[in-house]
């Protein structure tokens, strides 16, 4: 059985940092991970188990992640010998309060993998509010056992053999045929623009990039990219020498382990019989009944997993903090449009959390759109909601999209186009559901606040046009444009958008410099 102790380096918001340790210095035990290599640390040899452990840590300051700092930790057996019964663990000593850690609490979780600790009456000595503080696993290796540990239906899968086990692998798609990953959207305005269909298809095309880079490891977004594989590895569906990372980075391709152990006590700080640790307390299905009132030390671990020579296991630990139980926003999102209304309802009567609306899989763009607007729309009308994410079965710029069209549609944002056209009507003289269109898709990446009128007719065309920011009423195969309320003329209809488009340009600069 191996362990190795880490303490994390302070990193601040938005960061990264990265470290390697091994344990080569550690001449404890007669043990030679290099048979070759008889010699001490002090006198030049290698010692300890051969592990050296690559670690990364990272923390956001995007608000639902703010409280949240991620470790990454990538444990490779270096050594010429295979390394059986490891665990992963560590020894947390937290002492929540200045000068109160005697009333403190500690409890696990095996469903979720979490471990976490609390002050009993939630205040230091000096009667400030203490938070909570916790670990959590995100990734741990899998077993081949036999046996379904992480609850998925499925048993064995496994990162390392090359088989998409869980069934969700997307495989690199060339659609321009050109051996290349493309992304078309160049500007990255969400819409074709000239020069950006490379496969003539008239539709903005992202060809997915993923672990799929071929024998030379490199892929589009690498430094130094040469371009596609010369020997057809590149984007082949199947994991070629040079690619460490396929299907790597699916942490549902493993039959992870989670959390296999817990002890809690009094805290010793005498780590030098870590033995005692490792041979006892960390031991897969070790676990104590929760503690509390005293001052709390508690050992967590993950295992048993075997590491053959040159072999790694990644784990991915979260560190978790919070104020307080309030500390959280719910979501409540479901499909049926009346059960997502009256969920969010009952619950808002209830607790005073923050909510965050949803229709979840609310369909293709038009029928999701709706159904998005009806249950996200009727629920902000009512005074029910914090943030919102509208989820279509499409491209996900048309999410956003869509949640600024409620969000403007009820006055609680500005940024942006809203546009007044006709319904259908006998009155109509031009192809005005023709020029709407159009006029949406030109105008929907434009953030200055604007109103435009687009009316197909004499009768309320004018007024509308002259109550807008820019407008147009028009007549047959005409129309006159207005400008904040001035009639600037009479335009042909073919005229009519560039016309329009002219006076948003001139609206926005207009808007740019404090006009």
């Known amino acids: 059985m191996t362990g190795v102790q880490t303490c994390a380096l302070p990193i601040c918001a938005d960061q990264e940092s990265y470290y390697v340790i091994d344990d080569r210095a550690n001449d404890e035990f007669p043990y030679y991970p290099f048979p070759e290599d008889t010699l001490s640390f002090l006198e030049g040899g290698s010692r300890g188990l051969g592990l050296e452990v690559e670690v990364r840590n990272y923390q956001w300051n995007h608000p639902l ?60 000595r000096q009667d400030r509010t203490i938070g909570y503080f916790g670990f959590a696993f995100l990734q741990s290796p899998g077993l081949i056992d036999g046996i379904d540990n992480d609850g998925d239906g499925m048993v064995d899968e496994s990162q390392e053999d090359g088989i998409d086990n869980d069934g969700d692998w997307i495989s690199y798609s060339d659609l321009n045929g050109n051996g290349d990953w493309d992304f078309e959207d160049t500007n990255l305005n969400g819409q074709l623009d000239p020069g950006e269909d490379m496969n003539g298809n008239g539709l903005l095309d992202r060809e997915p990039i993923n672990d799929d880079v071929g024998s030379d490891g490199l892929g589009p977004d690498d430094l130094d990219y040469p371009g596609a594989d010369s020997d057809g590895t590149e984007g082949n569906g199947v994991p070629d020498e040079g690619e460490p990372n396929f299907e790597f980075t699916d942490n549902d391709e493993i039959d992870q382990i989670g959390l296999t152990s817990y002890f809690a006590a009094e805290p010793s700080h005498d780590m030098s019989a870590d033995e005692d640790f490792w041979q006892a307390k960390i031991q897969p299905g070790f676990f104590t009944p929760p503690i509390s009132g005293v001052d709390v030390a508690f050992t967590y671990g993950s295992g048993f997993f075997d590491l053959p020579p040159g072999y790694s296991e990644r784990f991915a630990i979260a560190c978790l903090f919070g104020n307080d139980f309030d500390d959280i926003i719910v979501s409540l999102k479901a499909s049926d449009v009346n059960l997502m209304m009256e969920a969010y309802r009952l619950f808002s009567k209830e607790f005073d959390y923050p909510l965050h609306l949803g229709v979840t899989e609310a369909g293709p763009i038009k029928s999701g759109s709706i159904k998005s607007a009806v249950g996200i729309g009727t629920l902000l009308a009512e005074g029910i909601g914090d943030t919102i994410r509208v989820s279509l079965t499409d491209d996900p710029v048309e999410d956003v999209h869509v949640g600024f069209e409620i969000l403007k549609s009820l006055g609680l944002a500005t940024r942006g186009v809203t546009i007044v056209a006709c319904p259908t009507c006998g009155r109509l003289e031009v192809d005005l559901f023709k020029i709407s269109r159009e ?31 820019i407008g147009i009423a028009f007549g047959k195969g005409s129309g006159h444009i207005y400008y904040k309320g001035e009639n600037r003329g009479k335009v042909r209809e073919e005229e009519a958008m560039d016309h329009l488009v002219e006076m948003i340009h001139e609206f926005e600069k207009e808007q740019t410099n404090g006009g």
């Open 439 to 469: 006029m949406e898709d030109k105008l929907k990446n434009i953030e200055t606040p604007m109103s435009i009128a687009l009316m197909g007719c004499a009768v309320n065309g004018p007024g509308e046009a002259t109550h807008t920011d």
């Open 65 to 124: 992640a703010e409280d949240i700092l991620i470790s990454i930790y990538q444990v490779k057996n270096v050594s010429s010998k295979p390394l059986s019964r490891n665990i992963v663990g560590m020894y947390v000593d937290a002492d929540l309060g200045k000068g109160d850690a005697e009333d403190d609490a500690s409890f696990f979780d095996t469903i979720d993998d979490i471990t976490w600790q609390w002050d009993l009456d939630f205040l230091d």
